[in-house]
């Protein structure tokens, strides 16, 4: 029996569209199951600025969608790490690796209207919709989905859950959650700086928390402050100019007066993953798989990774004429993503512990470690390719560069 659909992803977000997306360009039909409306194409809602990293780029690229988005997109060729207070610092740029940036930040609002427009244009969404049920057989599986039109039954060779944190597939199929509450949230708003730094990020540990400045293509920053959950409420209860004037001090006022900040937002950070990422015609991706802390912008990036890969995998299984929901062929996707998903959980995770950490001699030894990377060409690069991500590759092979 032939099934209503090649694939079915459930989340229309970034990650998701990216997987759609490239499930589309191979080919396979495609539905995609998004429980909110689409979006009005309004920027403002969204005041992140997303780092993305060289295999982001390479897959955006491949989606057709970089050239949409190049003029909002501003490079990061050098890359400033600083502790509050302390001697540790550690500077990072992109002739270390050779590289013409180190990174590039896109306004999340653009970012989501580039990629949802594709979607609306290049697969069939089925908006205000949930996923209530799946049940695998041997040949397919039968998905239950509650919407606007009632009740739908639908059958697919492989459903892929790129639905958050929450992911309603990953509970469907009982994948079990390891998680660590950081007790922290970012806060995160855009502003103007008085001396700006061009094409250059900042990240400065605090007693309080981590602080980040994020350059804009518009001239703007974001800056992202995580703090302990018990300082939030007074932090989100400041003034506009208290905000600004603390923000300021953090950075030891190298930036001049910060000013014309925007509406300010807060996520709270979790570390989680799931102790398994595939089933019989079932896989995760994105955040459904691992949401972690976000220490040198890896989320967004190790999920359009994961997006990248499962396509690659998909693509070789059908090319060869295989079942592409069978479990071992999405166990070789599990296995293949294992050490890049484990890597960066475990980088992000150290780098919030240890710069956390209370503990008397944690401080002088995590500088001393700071100013050995600075001065050490090797431990430099290292520290490069794991903080942005250039350690793993992308499998965009067989992707068309379309647009």
């Given at each position: ?50 780092a ?8 955006i ?38 590289a ?29 919709s ?10 397919y ?31 469907t ?46 001239g703007?920053?974001?800056a992202v ?41 807060t ?7 799931a ?15 691992n ?15 994961d ?12 090319s ?10 999405l166990?070789?996707f ?6 890049d998903q ?55 092979a067989?992707?068309?560069i379309?647009?």
């Amino acid at each position: 029996m032939q099934p209503d659909y090649d694939c079915v992803v459930v989340g229309a977000g970034l990650v998701g569209a990216a997987q759609a997306l490239a499930l589309c360009q191979r080919d396979l039909s495609v539905l995609v199951i998004e429980a909110r409306e689409p979006r009005s194409g309004q920027v403002g809602g969204d005041v992140r600025g997303l780092a993305l990293s060289f295999s982001s780029r390479q897959l955006i690229e491949a989606l057709g969608l970089w050239s949409v988005l190049s003029a909002q997109i501003a490079p990061i060729r050098y890359i400033h790490v600083s502790d509050q207070g302390r001697f540790g610092f550690t500077h990072l740029s992109a002739d270390d690796v050779g590289a013409d940036a180190l990174g590039y930040v896109c306004p999340a609002d653009y970012l989501a209207d580039a990629t949802e427009a594709a979607l609306k244009e290049q697969c069939e969404v089925q908006w205000q919709s949930t996923l209530t049920r799946i049940d695998t057989g041997s040949e397919y599986a039968q998905i239950r989905i509650e919407g606007g039109a009632g009740t739908v039954n639908i059958t697919t060779r492989l459903v892929i859950g790129a639905d958050g944190m929450h992911s309603r597939v990953r509970e469907t199929m009982g994948a079990a959650v390891q998680q660590r509450d950081y007790r922290q949230s970012a806060i995160v708003a855009n502003l103007a700086l008085q001396y700006p730094v061009p094409e250059t990020a900042f990240e400065r540990f605090t007693p309080s928390g981590p602080l980040a400045l994020l350059p804009l293509s518009s001239g703007r920053h974001v800056a992202v402050r995580c703090c302990t959950d018990t300082e939030l409420e007074r932090l989100v209860g400041l003034s506009d100019k208290e905000y600004l004037d603390e923000l300021a001090a953090g950075f030891g006022y190298r930036f001049g007066a910060f000013s014309d900040v925007g509406p300010r937002r807060t996520h709270k950070l979790v570390l989680q993953w799931a102790d398994h990422i595939v089933d019989h015609r079932i896989a995760l991706v994105g955040a459904a798989a691992n949401t972690i802390h976000p220490n040198g912008a890896q989320g967004l990036n190790l999920g359009l990774r994961d997006a990248a890969a499962l396509a690659a995998s998909v693509g070789r299984v059908r090319s060869k004429g295989g079942d592409i929901g069978d479990l071992e062929c999405l166990s070789e996707f599990a296995t293949g993503r294992r050490a890049d998903q484990r890597d960066v959980i475990r980088f992000t995770d150290t780098m919030a512990q240890v710069f956390a950490s209370k503990i008397p001699l944690i401080g002088p030894l995590r500088d001393a470690v700071m100013l050995a990377a600075d001065i050490s060409p090797t431990s430099k690069r290292s520290l490069i390719r794991r903080a942005t991500g250039m350690h793993a590759g992308t499998p965009t092979a067989g992707l068309q560069i379309i647009g």
